[in-house]
């Protein structure tokens, strides 16, 4: 069998589908494995009874059933569910949008797989676009989904240290230099791997040097803002014309109903649409079927604000304590936890690389994950890469608190 260049490209183990299999095969190699490696959201019982409820209500009207199960909607998604989202984000932050600024993907991913392909890679006349991530460590799951390689290119930032072993990344404009190659910006806000949050100056000069180059910036708010609002800092939502936002229900407890929300100019919807009903025809029912009504009446954003944002406020601040005290004495940094569900560790001058701690972690029952693979698109050498890991604190907090010991026992010993 012979395999092209695209299937020779996307059937090699990429460090996401790595990850995705350590996760699905861990618990049947350990049974005792404690994850903390995965994206998987907590669970909040509040957030999962209201779904429910929702489904229920569904299954009871034969015509909404029909409308779940039997029908195919257009590559575009729902439009009900569209002008919906639409309706809400106009009403709340004033944007200027109608159902046609928005389209539905199957998740996320693939929704950043179908943009980064229409914006970056070789154009029509001959010459080659990479996305630009203007603050690297990013979110693993871009990494390989370019169609073309050398997809990526990416800015170090700039290290601002904080009291009490916390650090912060911040964009490094000095570095900044966006070559003309680039077809996109993007940037996730709070940020995978790193619980970052771009505060809102930052966001505002990225979003005028785009305009500057004439790029759009593909803004991904799948932890972020107006919705799941995993944001423990002052942070404000972002759109203009030349914004792609990308935001998801996942991190709302729904990652396997798998729906994406695209908002964007008309012209990108319009092509985006086009190019997704090639790959998909079609997006799942379950997810705007769930979420429809939660945007007509504005729930989506008070479950967000009043449930989601302090389970993991209070599990984030449980965390960095944990690792506080397990890792006292030694030269240990955490990234400020502004977002998301992950703690970012950086351990200064590690005798050990991230991956042989993350192997050593395996072997003693905690999955997290190594953090060198989040700096793609960096061409330059930096030690520091090998020098971070990152957590999931979402688990059970019992196993959680274990899983800090373990970490620091193994941390420990690679610095003796
Ligand atoms: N963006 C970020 C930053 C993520 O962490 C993830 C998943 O973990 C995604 C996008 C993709 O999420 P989904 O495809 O479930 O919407």
């Known amino acids: 069998m012979k395999l092209s260049l695209f299937g020779e490209k996307f059937s090699r183990d990429s460090g996401i589908v790595g990850l995705m299999d350590d ?13 903390m490696g995965g994206g998987n959201p907590g669970r909040l019982p509040g957030a999962e009874a209201l779904f429910q409820s929702r489904l229920e209500a569904i299954m009871a009207d034969p015509e ?52 980064f392909n229409m914006f970056a890679g070789k154009m029509p006349d001959g010459t080659r676009r990479q996305i630009h991530l203007p603050l690297t460590p990013e979110y693993l799951g871009y990494a390989d989904s370019g169609l073309g390689e050398d997809f990526f290119t990416a800015t170090r ?7 009490g072993h916390l650090f912060k990344y911040r964009v490094d ?38 305009r500057e180059q004439d790029i759009p910036l593909i803004l991904d708010g799948a ?71 939660l945007f007509r009446t504005g729930e989506i954003l008070t479950l967000a604000r009043d ?45 050990i690389n991230s991956q042989e701690l993350y192997a050593r972690l395996k072997k003693r029952g905690v ?12 061409k330059e050498e930096w030690p520091h890469r090998y020098e971070c890991i990152r957590v999931s604190y979402v688990q059970d907090p019992q196993q959680v608190r274990r899983g800090i010991r373990i970490i620091a026992e193994e941390v420990k010993k690679a610095y003796l």
Request: proline letters at 7%; hydrophobic letters at 45%.
């Open 23 to 35: 996760l699905g095969s861990a618990l049947d190699d350990n049974p005792e494995m404690i994850m």
């Open 64 to 115: 909404k059933r029909h409308k779940l199960f039997g029908l195919y909607q257009a590559p575009l998604g729902d439009p009900e569910f569209r002008r919906e989202v639409a309706d809400l984000l106009a009403r709340q932050f004033g944007w200027k949008l109608s159902a046609d600024n928005i389209a539905i993907s199957n998740g996320s991913q693939s929704a950043f797989f179908v943009l």
């Open 157 to 163: 930032p700039e290290i601002e240290r904080l009291d």
């Open 173 to 210: 404009f000095s570095r900044l230099e966006l070559e003309k190659r680039a077809g996109a910006m993007c940037f996730s806000r709070p940020t995978n791997p790193t619980g970052n949050v771009m505060t809102d100056d930052e966001v505002a000069r990225l979003d005028s040097i785009a």
């Open 223 to 293: 932890y972020g803002l107006p919705f799941p609002n995993i944001i423990f800092t002052g942070a404000s939502p972002h759109w203009n014309e030349n914004t792609i936002l990308v935001l998801s229900l996942s991190k709302l407890g729904l990652p396997g109903v798998r729906t994406g929300i695209i908002i964007a100019r008309e012209d990108i919807i319009h092509a985006y649409a086009n190019a997704n009903g090639i790959v998909n025809l079609a997006c799942g029912n379950i997810g705007p079927a769930i979420a429809t009504e």
């Open 307 to 351: 449930q989601i944002a302090p389970f993991y406020r209070q599990r984030a601040a449980e965390a960095v304590d944990g690792f506080r005290q397990a890792l006292e004495g030694l030269p240990f940094h955490i990234h400020k936890p502004e977002g998301a569900f992950f703690l970012w560790l950086w351990f200064e001058g590690l005798p």
């Open 367 to 378: 999955l997290i994950v190594p953090g060198h693979h989040c700096f793609f698109g960096l």
